[in-house]
């Protein structure tokens, strides 16, 4: 005799709950290291990386802040590109979710490899998991080797006086550094995508820095936001305000006058102020069209 609808219904069910729960056992597990070869030599996983870390970034992404992205169009299709953008936030979740905009909604799926300082890598469970997800060290001869292979390639110049920056200097850019991803841009000929991020800076809003601790602890600063360090590690929950992402028109590099002008610090500079400007007027822009940051 068959089963009763119920039954069968809930046989189903158990099914899928049993086939989900072994996925997610089978991504955490290669998480851990436990699985088949990275898709690169610099630890790379594709696969869980659409599978894990994409899908539990999405509802955040959407419900939490109620993202919105414009611009898209501008991310390429194929081929290499440097998408340079500006960073803020206390904690870099702002990368995070640049290179979810970038899959979600370019023309075509693609993964952004975030270039990352070296402190990044000296926590060994976190330096790990990063490389599963994409993230490289910040290091020339790493991005040039990704961009001649055609990759998408994302850094964030400012560094950690992006995110190290008070809240009331928010949406205030940090000086690009000494340019070396226009040096970079300029000698592959690949051109570059400037982003403009908004909401970062109002969900981790950084209100003091307790510099010597951060000096005894080796860190670059040791922020005091509304929430941290009071509520322990519920202090990282970031605080629901509206983000904003927008790509802007990409600019070309391949007229410069070849892989040589790289070595012009007056070229260099000019690349590098033009990116940092375009990308200033584009968050200034989106500050206004937001309005009131928390919903």
């Not at 850019?173 to 995508?193: D, N, Y």
């Not at 990116?275 to 822009?285: A, E, G």
Request: proline share 9%; with cysteine.
């Amino acid at each position: 005799m068959d089963a009763p609808w119920g039954a069968a219904s809930q046989w189903d069910a158990a099914h899928q709950w049993a086939a989900g729960l072994d996925r997610l056992t089978g991504q955490l597990r290669r998480l851990a290291g436990d699985g088949p070869a990275p898709g690169d030599v610099f630890g790379f996983d594709p696969e869980l990386t659409v599978e894990l870390l994409l899908p539990a970034l999405r509802p955040v992404w959407r419900a939490y802040f109620a993202g919105e992205v414009s611009g898209a169009e501008h991310i390429p299709a194929s081929g290499a590109a440097l998408v340079v953008g500006n960073h803020a936030g206390t904690f870099p979740l702002d990368g995070l979710l640049l290179a979810l905009a970038t899959y979600d909604e370019g023309a075509a799926p693609r993964h952004l490899r975030l270039l990352a300082a070296d402190l990044l890598f000296r926590f060994p469970v976190v330096g790990d998991i990063a490389r599963r997800f994409g993230v490289i060290r910040a290091d020339r001869a790493d991005a040039a080797a990704l961009l001649a292979a055609g990759e998408l390639v994302g850094v964030f110049p400012e560094g950690f006086s992006g995110t190290g920056k008070l809240y009331d200097e928010r949406h205030q850019l940090q000086p690009f550094g000494r340019g070396g991803f226009a040096a970079l841009a300029i000698r592959s000929g690949t051109p570059i995508v400037p982003v403009a991020i908004v909401g970062a800076e109002d969900s981790y809003p950084m209100l003091a820095d307790l510099s010597p601790l951060a000096r005894a602890l080796g860190l670059p600063y040791f922020p005091i936001t509304p929430t941290f360090p009071w509520l322990g590690p519920l202090g990282f929950l970031p605080l629901p305000a509206k983000w904003l992402i927008e790509f802007c028109e990409p600019v070309p590099t391949d007229g410069f006058g070849g892989p040589e002008a790289a070595d012009d610090p007056a070229v260099v500079a000019d690349l590098t102020a033009q990116v940092r400007d375009t990308v200033q007027l584009h968050v200034d822009k989106l500050v206004a069209q937001r309005g009131e940051p928390y919903r």
